[in-house]
């Protein structure tokens, strides 16, 4: 009967949340009565009901996922998060904090003292608590650190020495590994003696007595293969090994293109370190692309929704800077040209236009060559043949919408020779922007930069600049 | 020793890349020098050089991944691309056109005639043909259709009806199913049948005799367990199981937050209907943050480097044409101001400063709600608390940077009143930013509309007309 199965329906965090808040919303009600009457007997009686729902709100938490609590905590205006922060059992702690945004993540830690977090940190992995080690107080680290076992302690040391954005820093260390001589009748009953394999275990790695990684031996394999043949026999070469530099991205790349759920992670000389797995690609992936998007909308990072509003200024101080800086600039090359727009005021109305598309038109550029950038589509020796055809594009796209927009200048203004520098500056702007659109992050990556950050910024301040200057300078010569 | 395994390079793909491009090269030369000597003895004796050539690049194919061949054909130009695919092996033609990206697909489909079209869709899984049919003639979709044995016919039937974005579209029907009355010893022998398991068969599906799901029993749970305990004490129940016609996205959010390899799908009766594997998950969201950047960047869709001048231009035309509508109305809102500037033309050097500060601030704004949005983070009665909040930051930022560029405008052009007006339009114009860049998400969202696609030309063009407006106003009410 399909009633046994109790499907966990994904509209089923909505009203979670929703219940929390109900329960938050009862608990507050319960406390400004309490602190109206103020009475020995009323007290006593408002909080035990305080309790109850107090009571219920927490068998509420515990049956929850860490996951969906993070959710819960995030959706959560500050003081109700701390409310719900609370009743949390503090073994959970830790997994929780790894879960929320860094924001978060930094609010329920100010609002934890010493000793809770050194125990939320406690019930962590190694390479978890190397997730988690940059947003904890010196103290408690130096605490949790004292206190490891020398193997996780050398684990946490190596996982903090790695990259934000390199292999080691996605790795963990849960490997369940076996040696090749051995019939898979002994992979089995080795096996048994687990309780349970580490999450994402789809292969065991095959090693050597020496930890090199000789190959791995699939789960799906080991199921499918008659127990009394030899593990070497039967295992895979480990085709996909990564280091523990290698770059995240590259690593992400490769769980793509191979479709893989785990891969080994050895040094230099074959030893396998550790592994990486599928969920934390997914999760670098997903964070990835939405730390791009916050750069392309001008954010620093992850803005909790319910920061106060100096937090959020501050995050969003340095975008508006850097665009004041470069707007100011733009400023000053109309500010050149004011004798002109004093002779000729229609100047003014349409300049903007002409900035305005540029910018469009080399983010267009931008976008499509960063793209193939990243995906390695580009060859050195291919730039020529990318700027000949971006360039062929704008002067398409100058001559027709140049030459649109020339035709209502003409009619709007009752001037032919306008009209005439619109469609020219107009196509003149966009091949800059074409040439921009190639060159800055084609350069920017030779130099070793991600082309993805900043670049639009650079060739908007251009095409502003640059399709004034264009425009008013045509206009001087040509015009008046 | 280390040596013994043939760790798969990460930059090997360029190397590759290189070598085909090298081969590429010489055999263009040979077909030159046989063009220019035109005599039979040469022909047959270069044509012999040419055929080494052929056999070599052949060799070098078989031997990769089809991700990687996909990823040599979309970073070669159109003519390389065409002398590769049609050195590669035809039963691997389907796999290839899967991987590549769909402007590139087209290219190569064009290059096909319908016999070997037949062929390659004929060599793919139910599924994986759903994807691909889309971009097939309908002639080659009959004709294997028609070849298809019954079953599969109808699995296709049901893929291709489920839409683009849903878990159906990402379901495949790789299931391994098992009843939950037998031990797990009948299971392992019933395993060992199987020459292999489905790709990311990470757990067996438990279902009874009507196909109803009952749980799932993970590999790595069967191989801990004695042989002899029986499914239903061992099984997991179906905690995620996902229905056909739920979002991908949410899908998608499921398995990065419970960290999945696989979760059953099921329709609404409880019948077990395929499964969704965490490769097309990962996929589906590189895609979709791709086709999020692109449609920031202005691109209608992913375009291939290679293309000709005419596709670029139609893949950019939609977006250009609108930002030419918005910047058109900017301008007209400056026309209805030319006498204003006509006598103050500090004025038009000032404007675009108001303008383009307000955009970026919505935008700013607008990108930190369309997260939040995204992540189920905002309730309905949130959102005054966030249009209070918006505006605080609003008007933090236009007094102080305003502010700033105030006294910039003062000094420059030694007019206090006019540094004034500066300061109080910029701060309108980012209060007028703030308050859409809550509400445009906000109400597109109710209204059922994706907030991420368009929102930011929307915004772009109220804040760069409102600005124009706001700050000619001011200044031909207080200035003039």
Do not use: C
């Not at 849960?174 to 019939?183: G, H, I, L, M, P």
């Not at 499509?368 to 971006?390: C, F, H, N, S, T």
């Amino acid at each position: 009967m399909a009633e046994t199965i109790e499907r966990k329906e994904l509209e089923d965090l909505q009203e979670d949340l929703q219940e929390v808040q109900e329960l938050l919303r009862r608990q507050r009600l319960v406390e400004s009565l309490v602190h109206r009457t103020e009475g020995p007997r009323h007290e006593l009686e408002e909080s035990l009901v305080h309790r109850q729902h107090q009571a219920e709100l927490r068998r509420k938490l515990d049956a929850m996922h860490p996951a969906d609590i993070a959710y819960i905590l995030e959706a959560l205006p500050i003081e109700d998060r701390l409310a719900v922060w609370s009743l949390v059992k503090s073994d959970r702690d830790g997994e929780i904090l790894l879960e929320v945004s860094e924001p978060v993540r930094e609010s329920l830690i100010r609002d934890m003292d010493q000793h809770e977090l050194v125990a939320a940190a406690e019930a962590l992995d190694a390479d978890e608590l190397a997730d988690l080690a940059p947003d904890l107080p010196e103290e408690v680290l130096d605490d949790v650190f004292r206190a490891l076992p020398v193997e996780e302690r050398e684990q946490l040391r190596a996982a903090m020495s790695y990259p934000e954005d390199s292999v080691g820093a996605l790795m963990d260390f849960d490997v369940v590994s076996v040696r090749e001589d051995v019939t898979l009748e002994v992979v089995a009953r080795y096996l048994r003696r687990f309780d349970e394999l580490p999450d994402h275990t789809d292969q065991l790695f095959v090693v050597d007595r020496d930890e090199q990684l000789k190959g791995t031996l699939p789960l799906a394999k080991l199921v499918v293969s008659e127990p009394e043949r030899i593990v070497a026999a039967v295992m895979d070469d480990a085709r996909v090994a990564l280091y523990p530099d290698d770059k995240a991205e590259d690593a992400a790349k490769a769980f793509e293109r191979y479709d893989l759920v785990s891969a080994p992670v050895v040094n230099e000389k074959g030893k396998l370190l550790g592994r990486v797995t599928v969920d934390a690609v997914l999760d670098y992936v997903r964070e990835k692309s939405e730390s791009e998007l916050l750069g392309i909308g001008g954010l620093r990072e992850v803005e909790d929704v319910f920061a106060p509003v100096w937090e959020s200024v501050k995050n969003r101080w340095s975008w508006l800077a850097i665009n004041l800086v470069t707007a100011f600039i733009a400023s000053r090359v109309i500010g050149a040209f004011e004798g002109s727009i004093e002779k000729l005021v229609a100047l003014a109305a349409l300049m903007p236009i002409v900035a305005g598309i540029g910018g469009n038109s080399g983010n267009q550029t931008l976008t499509m060559i960063v793209r193939a950038l990243a995906l390695g589509q580009i060859q050195p020796d291919q730039a020529r043949a990318l700027y000949r055809k971006e360039l062929a594009v704008a002067i398409v796209n100058g001559l027709v919408w140049g030459g649109i927009l020339g035709v209502l200048a003409w009619w709007l203004y009752d001037n032919v020779a306008l009209g005439v520098v619109m469609t020219a500056a107009m196509t003149l702007n966009l091949m800059l922007a074409a040439v921009l659109g190639v060159a800055i992050p084609v350069i920017r990556t030779r130099l070793g930069h991600d082309p993805a950050v900043g670049s639009s910024v650079m060739i908007t301040a251009v095409t502003d600049s640059g399709g004034f200057f264009i425009f008013l300078a045509l206009a001087t010569v040509f015009l008046l």
